[in-house]
Protein backbone atom coordinates (compact mmCIF):
# COMPACT_ATOMS: atom_id res chain seq x y z
CA UNK A 1 0.00 0.00 0.00
CA UNK A 2 1.15 3.51 -0.64
CA UNK A 3 -0.12 6.23 1.88
CA UNK A 4 0.44 9.78 0.06
CA UNK A 5 2.42 12.36 1.37
CA UNK A 6 3.91 15.57 0.23
CA UNK A 7 5.62 15.16 -3.26
CA UNK A 8 6.33 11.34 -1.80
CA UNK A 9 4.52 8.03 -0.70
CA UNK A 10 5.09 5.68 2.71
CA UNK A 11 4.92 2.24 1.66
CA UNK A 12 3.22 -0.18 4.06
CA UNK A 13 2.08 -3.61 3.92
CA UNK A 14 -1.10 -5.32 4.62
CA UNK A 15 -0.47 -4.93 8.27
CA UNK A 16 0.43 -1.47 8.47
CA UNK A 17 3.91 -1.81 8.47
CA UNK A 18 6.61 0.61 7.63
CA UNK A 19 8.80 -0.40 4.40
CA UNK A 20 9.83 2.46 3.03
CA UNK A 21 9.28 5.66 0.84
CA UNK A 22 8.37 6.00 -2.46
CA UNK A 23 9.17 9.25 -4.70
CA UNK A 24 5.98 10.03 -6.63
CA UNK A 25 7.41 12.62 -9.28
CA UNK A 26 7.79 11.67 -13.02
CA UNK A 27 10.94 9.42 -13.83
CA UNK A 28 12.28 12.94 -16.71
CA UNK A 29 12.40 14.82 -12.89
CA UNK A 30 14.59 12.09 -11.04
CA UNK A 31 16.64 11.24 -13.93
CA UNK A 32 18.07 13.31 -16.85
CA UNK A 33 17.36 12.13 -20.04
CA UNK A 34 20.71 13.21 -21.61
CA UNK A 35 23.05 10.73 -19.43
CA UNK A 36 23.90 7.32 -19.02
CA UNK A 37 25.70 5.74 -16.35
CA UNK A 38 27.85 3.11 -17.68
CA UNK A 39 31.17 1.00 -16.68
CA UNK A 40 34.25 1.97 -18.42
CA UNK A 41 36.96 -0.57 -19.08
CA UNK A 42 39.54 2.13 -19.69
CA UNK A 43 41.01 4.60 -17.53
CA UNK A 44 39.22 7.72 -19.14
CA UNK A 45 40.27 11.09 -18.05
CA UNK A 46 37.69 14.13 -17.19
CA UNK A 47 36.05 15.96 -20.51
CA UNK A 48 37.14 13.54 -22.41
CA UNK A 49 34.57 12.16 -25.63
CA UNK A 50 33.74 8.09 -25.26
CA UNK A 51 32.43 5.73 -27.15
CA UNK A 52 29.56 3.25 -25.87
CA UNK A 53 29.75 -0.33 -27.03
CA UNK A 54 28.62 -3.87 -26.42
CA UNK A 55 31.21 -6.07 -23.67
CA UNK A 56 30.11 -9.65 -22.65
CA UNK A 57 26.35 -8.66 -22.72
CA UNK A 58 26.66 -5.26 -21.37
CA UNK A 59 26.84 -1.49 -22.49
CA UNK A 60 30.11 0.02 -21.60
CA UNK A 61 32.03 2.57 -22.20
CA UNK A 62 35.81 3.23 -23.35
CA UNK A 63 37.71 6.15 -24.98
CA UNK A 64 36.74 7.63 -28.41
CA UNK A 65 38.80 7.62 -31.33
CA UNK A 66 38.80 8.63 -34.81
CA UNK A 67 41.71 6.20 -35.73
CA UNK A 68 39.13 3.32 -34.92
CA UNK A 69 36.12 3.39 -37.67
CA UNK A 70 33.88 1.64 -34.42
CA UNK A 71 35.06 3.98 -31.72
CA UNK A 72 33.33 7.38 -32.80
CA UNK A 73 32.48 9.47 -30.07
CA UNK A 74 28.83 9.25 -28.12
CA UNK A 75 28.89 11.29 -25.33
CA UNK A 76 31.64 12.30 -22.62
CA UNK A 77 32.35 12.63 -19.13
CA UNK A 78 32.33 15.02 -16.43
CA UNK A 79 34.51 12.97 -13.90
CA UNK A 80 37.70 10.92 -14.65
CA UNK A 81 36.79 6.94 -14.67
CA UNK A 82 39.28 3.68 -14.27
CA UNK A 83 38.95 0.63 -14.98
CA UNK A 84 35.75 -0.96 -13.67
CA UNK A 85 34.18 2.13 -12.30
CA UNK A 86 31.09 3.56 -13.24
CA UNK A 87 30.36 7.06 -14.09
CA UNK A 88 27.93 9.96 -16.15
CA UNK A 89 28.15 9.68 -19.75
CA UNK A 90 26.40 13.08 -21.15
CA UNK A 91 25.24 13.03 -24.32
CA UNK A 92 26.61 15.84 -26.86
CA UNK A 93 25.01 18.53 -26.75
CA UNK A 94 25.28 21.36 -24.57
CA UNK A 95 28.87 22.31 -23.24
CA UNK A 96 31.83 19.79 -22.25
CA UNK A 97 33.77 22.30 -20.05
CA UNK A 98 36.78 19.77 -19.63
CA UNK A 99 37.58 19.27 -22.77
CA UNK A 100 41.07 18.38 -24.17
CA UNK A 101 43.30 19.29 -27.25
CA UNK A 102 45.50 16.26 -28.77
CA UNK A 103 49.10 16.87 -27.25
CA UNK A 104 47.58 19.54 -25.06
CA UNK A 105 47.60 23.56 -25.22
CA UNK A 106 44.39 25.44 -25.21
CA UNK A 107 41.36 25.59 -28.00
CA UNK A 108 41.42 28.66 -30.04
CA UNK A 109 37.58 30.29 -29.70
CA UNK A 110 35.54 29.98 -32.40
CA UNK A 111 37.90 27.21 -33.78
CA UNK A 112 35.73 23.63 -35.01
CA UNK A 113 37.05 21.08 -33.77
CA UNK A 114 36.57 17.03 -34.62
CA UNK A 115 37.56 13.83 -32.55
CA UNK A 116 40.92 13.13 -32.66
CA UNK A 117 42.87 9.89 -32.82
CA UNK A 118 44.35 9.76 -29.73
CA UNK A 119 42.01 8.76 -26.32
CA UNK A 120 39.34 10.98 -25.90
CA UNK A 121 40.79 14.52 -27.30
CA UNK A 122 39.95 16.82 -29.96
CA UNK A 123 41.88 18.85 -33.08
CA UNK A 124 41.52 21.73 -35.23
CA UNK A 125 38.87 20.38 -38.15
CA UNK A 126 41.61 21.22 -40.14
CA UNK A 127 44.87 19.83 -37.93
CA UNK A 128 47.92 17.63 -39.02
CA UNK A 129 47.61 14.51 -39.78
CA UNK A 130 43.20 14.74 -40.29
CA UNK A 131 43.71 12.75 -43.92
CA UNK A 132 44.73 9.45 -42.28
CA UNK A 133 42.06 9.52 -39.48
CA UNK A 134 38.93 6.26 -40.19
CA UNK A 135 36.10 8.69 -38.85
CA UNK A 136 35.69 12.43 -39.01
CA UNK A 137 33.35 13.46 -36.45
CA UNK A 138 32.51 16.71 -35.89
CA UNK A 139 32.41 17.64 -32.09
CA UNK A 140 31.82 21.82 -31.78
CA UNK A 141 33.07 25.21 -31.66
CA UNK A 142 35.28 26.18 -28.76
CA UNK A 143 34.16 29.03 -26.45
CA UNK A 144 36.42 29.13 -24.00
CA UNK A 145 40.22 27.15 -23.88
CA UNK A 146 39.25 24.30 -22.45
CA UNK A 147 35.23 23.91 -23.67
CA UNK A 148 33.03 22.87 -26.79
CA UNK A 149 29.82 23.49 -27.43
CA UNK A 150 28.37 20.51 -29.52
CA UNK A 151 26.14 21.19 -32.60
CA UNK A 152 24.78 17.82 -32.47
CA UNK A 153 26.32 14.19 -33.57
CA UNK A 154 27.26 13.50 -37.17
CA UNK A 155 30.23 12.26 -38.63
CA UNK A 156 31.19 13.73 -42.04
CA UNK A 157 33.54 11.17 -43.45
Known sequence: WVIPTDGAGVVVD???DWLGVVD???LWILFDENTLILEATETIVSGAYVNI???AGVAKIRNANAG?????AHGFISESLTVGNSGVVRQLSGENESAALKGGGNLTIGGRY???DSD???IAENGVGVDAYKTLQRLGVATAVDRIWHFGHF???
Open 120 to 122: GEL
Open 114 to 116: ILS
Open 68 to 72: NIDEE
Open 53 to 55: YLS
Open 24 to 26: HRP
Open 14 to 16: GDG
Open 155 to 157: VIG
